[in-house]
């Protein structure tokens, strides 16, 4: 038997992985993922039998190559401050709104969903500091979750390349990072110890509602990968994860309609989502 798939098998495994991580691609891409992603590693494994490979694959018998097709077939380009202005907004109107009845000993909790190598929560927590003013009278917690188990790994490390930090001024790359002997930038310790990161399937709605309730919801461009199904069944989780009047920010080419959910705030020249 011959590992090379078959035009039927390549659509099974298509089929496979896409339902499981939610993640959309036409077949003729998948066929190029699968030639430069996926061949490799397949064929590096144990099987002889390409049928036996997808069965076990379909049925959840080896979830720790399943973890890794999922990790390499997952998109996670990303860098610190991108689209920085909504973090201003964070600063400037979400973070002020909630702290007007904000329970006394309740942290304002905020999801980065997903959160890629970090950028974003390091980010996040960058921003609170320069502020100032919040991160000293108030306790926060910022979570990152992503499907891919890598990426995780390296948001915990913190470690980053200066493509990743590129939109950072001299003085920030100093305060908050320190430089590796491979000229490379490394969180610094107190931040890192801070953040809180963990693997999970946004499309596993029982494992996102063990996470909690929280305040602020951050899932920037990642619903432009889904399929209008998996969209709506995201959406309805975050809705259920915020809490009353709580916030949701998506990315400047993603929008949603539903009315009876959450209701859009301007604020300037941004907009995102209030829950109802």
């Known amino acids: 038997m011959s590992l090379k798939p078959t035009e039927k098998e390549l659509k099974l495994l298509f089929d496979t992985l ?3 991580s939610g993640i959309t691609f036409d077949e003729k891409k998948f066929k190029d993922i699968y030639k430069h992603k996926l061949s490799d590693f397949i064929e590096s494994l144990s099987y002889s039998d390409f049928n036996k490979f997808l069965l076990d694959i379909s049925l959840g018998r080896n979830k720790k190559v399943l973890t890794e097709l ?6 996670n380009e990303t860098y610190f401050f991108r689209e920085s202005y909504q973090f201003q907004v964070l600063i400037d109107y979400c973070i002020p709104e909630l702290v007007k009845n904000k329970v006394t000993g309740e942290p304002i909790k905020i999801l980065c969903a997903p959160c890629s190598s970090g950028e974003e929560v390091y980010s996040i927590m960058i921003y609170l500091l320069e502020e100032g003013k919040y991160i000293e009278r108030y306790d926060f917690m910022i979570l990152g979750i992503d499907i891919d188990t890598n990426v995780i790994n390296k948001a915990k490390k913190g470690i980053y390349r200066s493509r990743s930090v590129h939109k950072l001024n001299k ?14 930038y490394q969180i610094k310790r107190f931040l890192r110890e801070n953040a809180n990161f963990l693997t999970v399937n946004i499309l596993d709605r029982n494992n996102m509602l063990k996470l909690g ?3 602020i ?9 889904f399929d209008q199904k998996n969209r709506e069944q995201v959406i309805k989780t975050f809705y259920e994860m915020l809490n009353p009047k709580g916030f949701l920010f998506l990315g ?4 949603i ?20």
């Open 217 to 225: 919801i951050l899932s920037r461009n990642m619903l432009i990968y």
């Open 252 to 255: 400047h080419a993603e929008n």
């Open 18 to 20: 896409t339902k499981i």
């Open 70 to 75: 999922i990790n390499r077939i997952t998109i």
């Open 171 to 184: 003085e920030l790359l100093e305060k908050y990072f320190k430089k590796t002997a491979d000229n490379r």
């Open 257 to 276: 309609n539903v009315p009876d959910m959450f209701e859009v705030v301007r604020f300037g020249n941004n907009f995102f989502y209030r829950k109802r």
């Open 213 to 215: 309730k929280f305040n």
